[in-house]
T-cell receptor, first 111, second 116 residues
Framework: AQSVTQLGSHVSVSEGALVLLRCNYSSSVPPYLFWYVQYPNQGLQLLLKYTSAATLVKGINGFEAEFKKSETSFHLTKPSAHMSDAAEYFCAVSSGNKLVFGAGTILRVKS | ETGVTQSPTHLIKTRGQQVTLRCSSQSGHNTVSWYQQALGQGPQFIFQYYREEENGRGNFPPRFSGLQFPNYSSELNVNALELDDSALYLC???????????????FGEGSRLTVL
């Protein structure tokens, strides 16, 4: 069965610093992979998705993620953090007709 | 284009009661999925509805049930509420592409249920 592991339940960065949120997946078949963001008291918003095209995927708000099959990873990055990036981020893998989510990483941005 | 809307946004129930949550899918989307997000956890798949029939179910007991209507809107019903049912319930819609793999899901803002 497909599964997702997000390393680090909390990540803290300074404004302007690199953001790196880690995600490793377990899948028996080539997966579709997603990153979603959740702001307080809101639903999930799609940041980006990998669907077996280019391995480097660019998303909204300056985020990107690289699919590395050899490492079974799909880490999310942003070159320069902004205060508005503070939120919870979820990595997810497709599994048939559903998504399997990781436990989430809360990103804190310090001024 | 109208997004996914859910109601109510917040509600409080007591143990043993029943609750109905409602979801209107995004325009043009015929598939609705429900997820439970407990505090501090990622969303967990409850079930999916397509063409008014259940099309896959996660590891949830039968007291979690649902409906989909001809206009593709959906309801989630939970009977005999337990304290552990306290969570954010998320509805997501998607256009059915005819493939077995889920594509992008479009989420509503959720219904936060508190069971006392």
């Amino acid at each position: 069965a497909q599964s997702v592991t997000q390393l680090g339940s909390h990540v803290s960065v300074s404004e302007g610093a690199l953001v790196l949120l880690r995600c490793n997946y377990s899948s028996s078949v080539p997966p579709y992979l997603f990153w979603y963001v959740q702001y307080p008291n809101q639903g999930l918003q799609l940041l980006l998705k990998y669907t077996s095209a280019a391995t480097l995927v660019k998303g909204i708000n300056g985020f990107e993620a690289e699919f590395k099959k050899s490492e079974t990873s799909f880490h999310l990055t942003k070159p320069s953090a902004h205060m508005s990036d503070a939120a919870e981020y979820f990595c997810a893998v497709s599994s048939g007709n559903k998504l399997v989510f990781g436990a989430g990483t809360i990103l804190r941005v310090k001024s | 284009e109208t997004g996914v809307t859910q109601s109510p946004t917040h509600l409080i129930k007591t143990r043993g009661q029943q609750v109905t949550l409602r979801c209107s899918s995004q325009s043009g989307h015929n598939t609705v999925s429900w997820y439970q997000q407990a505090l501090g956890q990622g969303p967990q798949f409850i079930f999916q509805y397509y063409r008014e029939e259940e099309n896959g179910r996660g590891n949830f007991p039968p007291r979690f049930s649902g409906l989909q209507f001809p206009n593709y809107s959906s309801e989630l019903n939970v009977n005999a509420l337990e304290l552990d049912d306290s969570a954010l319930y998320l509805c997501a819609s998607s256009p059915n592409t005819g493939t077995s793999d889920v594509g992008e899901l479009f989420f509503g803002e959720g219904s936060r249920l508190t069971v006392l």
